[in-house]
């Protein structure tokens, strides 16, 4: 099994993919600039790699952050757009697709709903990957890595879930059968 996890932005999406045993395969970011493309040819690329990456590392799962609440409508139909993409592509790829919100992923990982930016990426760097110094921002010395660590909270909520859903239908059988 292999998750992609996705943290949609038309600016930034994070992915990263994680295996069964919590390893970490790949992660980065998929970066476009407004000033260099329009919207449309921003979607575009940003589906492209999406997917190139579920054909590339045989992906099985793939988990999308669905909770776009803005103050914005044009980030909102922007970020539907994504949604939409990555859906399709998903199911189109013949995998199984979860949408999950932050604020359920954090809730259930860090014990905090609420929970910043920053408390995600520390608890992932303490417990599971270091994938560089957390930063919300990019600079030409630092890397932004706030939507990378989002996109793995997401990939270990999914990999979480699907165990405790093995452990309880595996429960179940073990009832049924007396």
């Given at each position: 099994?292999?998750?992609?996890?996705?943290?949609?932005?038309?600016?930034?999406?994070?992915?990263?993919?994680?295996d069964e045993?919590?390893?970490?395969?790949?992660?980065?970011?998929?970066?476009?600039?407004?000033?260099?493309?329009?919207?449309?040819?921003?979607?575009?690329?940003?589906?492209?790699?999406?997917?190139?990456?579920?054909?590339?590392?045989?992906?099985?799962?793939?988990?999308?952050?669905?909770?776009?609440?803005?103050?914005n409508?044009?980030?909102?139909q922007?970020?539907?757009?994504?949604?939409?993409?990555?859906?399709?592509?998903?199911?189109?790829?013949g995998?199984?697709?979860?949408?999950?919100?932050?604020?359920?992923?954090?809730?259930?990982?860090?014990?905090?709903?609420?929970?910043?930016k920053?408390?995600?990426?520390?608890?992932?760097?303490?417990?599971?990957?270091?994938?560089?110094?957390?930063?919300?921002?990019?600079?030409?010395?630092?890397k932004?890595?706030?939507?990378?660590?989002d996109?793995?909270?997401?990939?270990?909520?999914?990999?979480?879930?699907?165990?405790?859903?093995?452990?309880?239908?595996?429960?179940?059988?073990?009832r049924?059968?007396?």
């Open positions: 099994m292999r998750i992609l996890a996705l943290d949609l932005s038309l600016s930034s999406t994070g992915y990263c993919i994680i045993n919590y390893n970490l395969i790949a992660y980065e970011t998929i970066q476009t600039k407004a000033k260099n493309f329009t919207e449309e040819e921003r979607l575009y690329i940003i589906g492209k790699e999406i997917n190139r990456l579920m054909k590339e590392y045989d992906i099985t799962h793939v988990c999308i952050e669905n909770s776009y609440k803005s103050v409508i044009k980030t909102t922007q970020l539907a757009k994504l949604l939409g993409i990555s859906t399709y592509l998903g199911i189109d790829n995998l199984e697709v979860h949408t999950v919100s932050p604020t359920v992923a954090r809730k259930h990982i860090l014990n905090k709903g609420n929970a910043t920053e408390d995600v990426a520390n608890y992932i760097r303490e417990n599971h990957w270091d994938m560089g110094e957390y930063s919300d921002k990019e600079t030409k010395t630092i932004k890595t706030s939507d990378i660590y996109s793995a909270l997401l990939g270990l909520f999914l990999l979480k879930k699907i165990e405790l859903d093995k452990i309880g239908r595996a429960s179940c059988r073990e049924v059968s007396y």
